[in-house]
């Protein structure tokens, strides 16, 4: 009966342990589960079976665990899981490359150093330069650096 129990406690830490790597990663019910049921295994085995059967239990344990880990991110079971799309979409850009240099427009939202601005009737993500700017505030182009558009407070 001795070994049935620890059995089952070994067993249920190694789905747990695996729960917790795979499924939901984080420190969680599933991995603070599995910590108790492998040292409540040890500690029984310890108390109940003797010295001799306490460290045999250590390393089934520790064998179990490492062996489950090795044998789960061989299995085909993690591809399964595995996000396989990759993202190829790009981000429309065709606002900004109407934009140029010395354009003026207002900005639509404050500018807490990136708000939007309408530039040529067509509304585009903006950084400004001055800081932070309040919203219909009059700016200007001041430079087009990496589809980053800088602006600053319109001059009057």
């Known amino acids: 009966m001795d070994i049935l129990i620890i059995t089952v406690l070994i067993i249920a830490a190694v789905i747990l342990f695996l729960v917790e790597l795979f499924v939901i990663p984080s420190i969680s019910l599933a991995g603070i589960s599995a910590l108790v049921c492998i040292l409540y295994a040890n500690y029984y085995a310890f108390t109940n079976i003797g010295m001799a059967g306490g460290f ?49 427009g207002i900005s639509t939202t404050r500018l807490a150093q990136i708000g939007y601005a309408e530039i040529n009737n067509k509304i585009v993500e903006v950084k400004s330069m001055d800081g932070f700017l309040d919203e219909k505030t009059p700016i200007i182009v001041n430079r087009i650096s990496n589809g980053t558009i800088m602006v600053e407070r319109q001059k009057k």
């Open 56 to 104: 045999a239990t250590l390393g089934i344990s520790a064998v179990a665990c490492i062996g489950s880990l090795v044998w789960f991110m061989r299995s085909k079971m993690l591809d399964k899981l595995a996000l396989k799309k990759d993202i190829d979409s790009k981000v429309d850009r065709s606002a900004e490359q109407s934009v140029k240099v010395g354009d003026t």
